[in-house]
């Protein structure tokens, strides 16, 4: 059984920094990607920023050069830092955990709330 269990949203100005964090635990596969999902309301739930277990990252380009997504793969942990936040940002934000052995396995984390607003 796999449990992800993510932390730090809230509520922040625009302009302002959140840290959001996910821990996954159980049996994990050591070769694995880990990623970052938002769903705004009324809207399709779409990728923010993913890295595997190598460190190699990819991002949406509406975040570029605004959120760094790191882990730390002895704690199984992802972390998602969000500076310059625009209302726009505004959103669920979920964690993600996969890993392909013969069929893919992916795992969600239960959901944070970040909302940017004066």
């Known amino acids: 059984q796999v449990q992800l269990v993510e932390s730090g949203g809230g509520l922040v100005q625009p302009g302002g920094s959140l840290r959001l964090s996910c821990a996954a635990s159980?049996?994990?596969?050591?070769?694995?990607?880990m990623g970052w999902y938002r769903q705004a309301p009324g809207k399709q739930r779409e990728l923010v920023a993913i890295?595997?277990?190598?460190?190699?990252?990819n991002y949406a380009d509406s975040v570029k050069g605004r959120f760094t997504i790191s882990r730390d793969n002895a704690k199984n942990t992802v972390y998602l830092q969000m500076n310059s936040l625009k209302p726009e940002d505004t959103a669920v934000y979920y964690c993600?955990?996969?890993?392909?052995?013969?069929?893919?396995?992916?795992?969600w984390g239960q959901g944070t709330q970040v909302t940017v607003s004066s």
């Open positions: 993600k955990l996969t890993w392909l052995v013969l069929v893919e396995y992916a795992y």
């Open positions: 159980g049996s994990i596969f050591s070769i694995n990607a």
């Open positions: 890295i595997n277990e190598g460190g190699s990252t």
